[in-house]
């Protein structure tokens, strides 16, 4: 069972209302309810608030929360996205009805309601100015205590604010893109960890910086997209590359343009192109892969190649 509560607010009865924060969560919500082939990912719980009709107070939120969190979900994931406010006793997501910023939902009070989940992964994403300060209570001297299981990934530090360009988040803007298919690997799989380091190289060091916190034995996927490779050809690496090291000799029977190609080589060939296209395989002598077959040379695995021979050998893919 896999569960996500998502949040936006633009509507505030006493401060500065917002204008994208409704969007941003739309956003995730479309990108995260199903796989890119259609399948249903997580059941998602969708709170907006537009206007004073449908405004998010702080007790319905935490409501909402601790429904979330409540079940032995294999994940819970919540997004955030609206008001942050940032004092020295702590970090609070402001809601609809809120006047003072301590008269929000503390992230202290969420932190405690998520490590105590039965929730095998806990998933908390916030898109709010001061969000960094979420999973660093004061009270434990500024320590981040994460139950394992626990994760935690926010638009910004504790002491920056959360940017929008063009009505939407910068940062919520890179976690649609991360999640739509920017972060996933060569079988398709995205993760909390390629999130953030999709997010974190997109920003430069002078731009908001996300901040990413976990203590987790091994990532969750978050979503599956259809993969740049199947995963039967990526398989095939391991018999094409006995070894890692070695390389693969090539002529022009691999080529079918060369006017005498051989059928069983122009396979092998056309899967060596493939992984040439998604960095697993680089020509040798040669720009391209094409030259090095008519030119009889060879090619060889890349970095991240071997990377992925070494998962497929010890059959973890």
């Keep these: 069972m896999r569960k996500a509560l998502i949040v936006g607010i633009d509507y505030y009865e006493n401060i500065k209302s917002l204008q994208g924060c409704v969007n941003d969560a739309y956003n995730v919500k479309s990108v995260l309810e199903r796989h890119s082939d259609g399948t249903i990912n997580f059941g998602v719980n969708f709170l ?3 206007d004073a009709n449908s405004l998010i107070t702080r007790k319905y939120l935490k409501d909402k929360v601790a429904e979330l969190f409540r079940d032995n979900s294999d994940v819970a994931f919540l997004y955030f996205s609206g008001h942050g406010y940032l004092e020295s006793t702590g970090g609070y997501l402001i809601t609809s009805d809120c ?8 992230m202290n009070e969420l932190l405690v309601i998520a490590n105590n989940s039965p929730a095998r992964n806990r998933i908390i994403v916030v898109d ?32 920056q604010s959360a940017i929008e360009r063009s009505g939407a988040g910068v940062f919520t803007s890179l976690l649609v893109d991360a999640l739509s298919g920017s972060a996933a690997n060569l079988v398709g799989d995205i993760t909390p960890g390629s999130v953030y380091a999709h997010i974190d190289q997109s920003l430069g060091p002078w731009e908001q910086r996300p901040v990413f916190k976990t203590n987790v034995k091994s990532f969750t996927n978050l979503r599956k997209v259809q993969p740049p490779i199947s995963l039967s050809e990526l398989k095939m690496i391991t018999s094409l590359f006995v070894d890692p090291s070695q390389e693969f000799e090539l002529n022009p029977s691999f080529e079918p343009d060369s006017g005498n190609p051989n059928e069983d080589n122009v396979e092998k060939f056309r899967i060596l192109q493939k992984y040439n296209r998604v960095n697993l395989v680089i020509p040798v002598g040669e720009e391209h892969m094409y030259y090095a077959a008519m030119n009889s040379k060879s090619c060889k695995l890349t970095v991240l190649g071997i990377h992925y021979w070494n998962l497929v050998k010890r059959e973890r893919i």
């Design 48 to 50: 907006v608030a537009t």
């Design 99 to 106: 006047s003072d910023g301590d008269d929000g939902l503390s």
């Design 128 to 159: 709010c100015c001061h969000s960094g300060q979420m999973g660093t209570p004061e009270i434990k001297d500024d320590k981040a205590i994460l139950k394992e299981g626990m994760t935690i990934l926010t638009a910004s530090s504790a002491e």
